[in-house]
């Protein structure tokens, strides 16, 4: 059972750095519009990182926090209000577009969420898939 959170996110790399990119595997963007994620099913590699793009076309924030069911039963009753610290965790202003680059060191099925109040029950929900190279 070794569900904890842990496993996945072996190295963080580096976070919000818009421009500062290599050259990586993926750069898959994400976009959200009227508070849904676009694409709402995401499939990475695991073991090679990844620079997802997160572009937040409302003018109103959002977060977008990658993780297992623990990391999002935390922050369904959390009251945290900006994340900035881990790059599994981003807060996104209205009208802004910031990256994150991650290394996912286990296959498997993790969702992304907003837990701004409100928003997870109307839809910002989406998957992101690990997969095996
Ligand atoms: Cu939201």
Do not use: K
Request: glycine share 10%; charged share 20%.
């Amino acid at each position: 059972m070794l569900r904890l959170g842990l496993l996945l996110f072996a190295a963080a790399v580096a976070l919000l750095a818009i421009g500062c990119g290599g050259e990586q595997a993926g750069r898959p963007t994400i976009t959200i519009h009227y508070s849904r994620f676009t694409p709402d099913v995401l499939e990475v590699r695991v073991g090679q990182p990844v620079t997802i793009t997160l572009r937040n076309d409302d003018p109103i924030e959002h977060e977008w926090i990658v993780g297992t069911a623990d990391v999002h039963d935390a922050h369904r009753v959390g009251t945290e209000p900006l994340h900035e610290d881990l790059p599994t965790e981003v807060t996104i202003p209205a009208f802004t577009t910031l990256e994150t680059t991650l290394i996912f060191a286990e296959a498997g099925e993790y969702a992304y969420i907003c837990h701004l109040p409100g928003h997870e029950a109307y839809g910002m929900v989406g998957t992101l898939l690990v997969v095996e190279v």
